[in-house]
T-cell receptor, first 111, second 116 residues
């Protein structure tokens, strides 16, 4: 079973920030939080990951709460091309650990 | 940089035929994953390899499915005999996964398989 819980769907106005929440209340101390998105039926696209500090890259920002039980992916200025299903995954480091995908959040960016 | 390359992109075949899906991981990556995606079950991990060795094949549906990784740059997923319920999109992903590595997986564009 997936270790994360996400809302099934969200809407966001184009140009506004999209804030996608994820609950991972049973996360272990060494597990990282990863975010992916899947546009239509393309392969999942890696966005960002982090352990406990907030992270930012050219695509998004990741905010992890101090107790690490939840996180938020922020797309600062959503565009229509950001419409996709967004997956939050927790996984321990190392070669023998795997992702378990949940059902994700379907984000629709509205013009 | 070349990403994960999968072939074919689309495959349509008749029930009972053998199907072989191919994957070339990103150069330098040592872990490879095969996933299946359907509307009903979402994204499911079928099998994954680390340093060409299968680590966990518990997601492989049944004996009709087999996967191999003969070298670091190539893997196959074979279905024999194929059945209509095997129709799905099959994704391959790769990553660099050392003992303490947190590097993400990178996915290919998938193979859309239809069994008639």
């Amino acid at each position: 079973d997936a270790k994360t819980t996400q809302p099934p769907s969200m809407d966001c106005a184009e140009g506004r920030a999209a804030n996608l929440p994820c609950n991972h209340s049973t996360i272990s101390g060494n597990e990282y939080v990863y975010w992916y998105r899947q546009i239509h039926s393309q392969g999942p696209q890696y966005i960002i990951h982090g352990l406990k500090n907030n992270e930012t890259n050219e695509m998004a920002s990741l905010i992890i709460t101090e107790d690490r039980k939840s996180s938020t992916l922020i797309l600062p200025h959503a565009t229509l091309r950001d419409t996709a299903v967004y997956y939050c995954i927790v996984r321990a480091p190392g070669g023998t650990y795997k992702y378990i995908f949940g059902t994700g959040t379907r984000l629709k960016v509205l013009a | 940089d070349a990403g994960v390359i999968q072939s074919p992109r689309h495959e349509v075949t008749e029930m009972g035929q053998e199907v072989t899906l191919r994957c070339k991981p990103i150069s330098g990556h040592n872990s490879l994953f095969w996933y299946r995606q359907t509307m009903m079950r979402g994204l499911e991990l079928l099998i994954y390899f680390n340093n060409n060795v299968p680590i966990d094949d518990s997601g492989m549906p049944e004996d009709r499915f087999s996967a191999k990784m003969p070298n670091a740059s190539f893997s196959t997923l074979k279905i024999q005999p194929s059945e209509p319920r095997d129709s799905a999109v099959y994704f391959c992903a790769s990553s660099f996964a050392g003992q303490y590595s947190n590097q993400p997986q990178h996915f290919g564009d998938g193979t859309r398989l239809s069994i008639l």
